[in-house]
């Protein structure tokens, strides 16, 4: 018998919590929050980002900043110069987040110690 993958989402009857958890998830992605921090400073550059975000390939970068527009969450500007400049703006909703994420960011630095200390305990014990 061969067990198959189920689409959970044909399971959430209530659309409402399907929107919510692919907004969370969206946001809270790996690369998310690092362009979202850099965007909320003020337009930013592509190039930017790249040096900004680390470890982000052009692809992901490519991807992330064409989801997060889709999103409503950052402005894609170009400007018709040679080479073309594109700059990236965070909207109101996307500063609206980072106001949000500024408390959690702060909360992980203060407790990143903590946390190494106690990963480091877990897994001399396990």
């Not at 061969?2 to 692919?22: M, Y």
């Not at 921090?37 to 490519?62: D, N």
């Not at 949000?100 to 110690?113: I, K, Q």
């Amino acid at each position: 018998m061969v067990q198959r993958n189920i689409d959970v989402s044909e399971q959430v009857s209530d659309s409402t919590a399907c929107t919510v958890l692919q907004v969370l998830e969206r946001v809270s992605g790996k690369w998310a929050i690092g362009i979202l921090l850099e965007a909320a400073r003020g337009p930013v550059r592509f190039t930017e980002l790249e040096r900004a975000v680390k470890g982000i390939s052009r692809r992901m970068l490519t991807l992330t900043l064409r989801n997060l527009e889709r999103d409503g969450l950052l402005v894609r500007t170009v400007y018709p110069t040679v080479p073309p400049k594109v700059e990236y703006t965070a909207t109101d909703m996307a500063r609206e987040l980072y106001e949000l994420l500024m408390p959690l960011t702060s909360w992980a630095e203060r407790h990143r110690a903590a946390i190494a200390d106690a990963r480091a305990v877990y897994d001399r014990t396990a």
